[in-house]
């Protein structure tokens, strides 16, 4: 497999196209650039400066730590760049906690890929068409 770089940038354009890609409602560039803007924390992967996958963070600071948007191209699925990206984003959230606080991080997953999510501790909730709810406290 050709190199791939995980950074913390990604564009409003590529955000869109990977939405897009992976079979995600499209987005007006406007509202996408003020999701990104106001993540917490972002992670993209990419080969020969092309976004393959990303994953984004939201945080209110405290206690509860939204794990939103991870995609990876369909074509680049299996590869393990889900589960690196994953990592990364679960890493930044466990960094950011202080001595005597807990942070929850939720996620809503998309149907059929609860199981990628429990390989990483997080349990799951009752669910309905779009997928379980899941949480995992880091303590």
Not at 16 to 22: D, M, P, T
Not at 101 to 116: C, D, H, P, R, S
Request: proline share 4%.
């Amino acid at each position: 497999m050709d190199a791939l770089d995980y950074s913390a940038s990604l564009s409003p354009e590529e955000y869109c196209r990977l939405r897009k890609a992976v079979g995600w409602p499209e987005l007006p560039l406007e509202e996408a650039a003020a999701g990104l803007r106001h993540s917490a924390f972002i992670a993209a992967c990419r080969r020969d400066g092309e976004v393959v996958g990303a994953v984004r963070i939201v945080w209110d600071h405290g206690y509860i730590a939204y794990f939103s948007d991870l995609m990876v191209l369909p074509a680049w699925q299996g590869r393990g760049i889900g589960k690196k990206l994953t990592q990364l984003a679960l890493t930044w959230v466990e960094e950011q906690r202080r001595p005597g606080w807990k942070i929850k991080v939720v996620l809503i997953a998309t149907a059929g890929n609860e199981g990628f999510y429990k390989k990483f501790g997080f349990t799951e909730r009752p669910g309905g068409s779009m997928g379980a709810g899941m949480d995992l406290w880091l303590e």
